[in-house]
């Protein structure tokens, strides 16, 4: 049996607060119970993520001499959501492909013969494909 063959799933809020309680412990760190909750509200895409957070409250606690508070907590998890919870669709691949090639986005629609928009449609529509592929994948 390979590892393709487990169905790998997002855990819980109630499974995040318990790893959270183990990295913590591991940590010998303690947070308010407002704190954790916040903390795995926001991070629920991925367990090392949550090991980082931790990780990161504290590194800056430690270094910069500062009480981890929901401010810091805040912060932290700023670095970490913006870095990984961006939403994925159809129009934020078009403004990312956009974006690197310096186009306007309305060329995505068009008949455009430059080789260069053929070039930035052809991303847009193999990251889409990928997208719906993985999507509906994951409602099976």
Request: charged share 35%.
């Amino acid at each position: 049996m390979g590892l393709s063959e487990f169905d790998l799933k997002v855990p819980d809020f109630e499974t995040r607060l318990k790893i959270l309680d183990k990295k913590m412990e591991h940590e010998n760190l303690t947070l308010s119970v407002e704190l954790k909750e916040y903390i795995c509200a926001h991070i629920k895409n991925n367990i090392r993520e949550l090991e980082g957070v931790i990780i990161s409250l504290v590194a800056q606690s430690t270094l910069n001499k500062r009480v981890i508070d929901m401010k810091l907590v805040k912060d932290v998890i700023r670095q970490f959501v913006s870095q990984v919870d961006r939403e994925v669709s159809v129009e934020n691949i078009k403004l990312l492909v956009a974006k690197h090639f310096d186009d306007a986005t309305e060329k995505f629609a068009g008949e455009d013969k430059n080789e260069r928009c053929r070039h930035s449609k052809a991303i847009v529509n193999v990251s889409c494909q990928k997208l719906y592929k993985q999507l509906f994948e994951n409602h099976r």
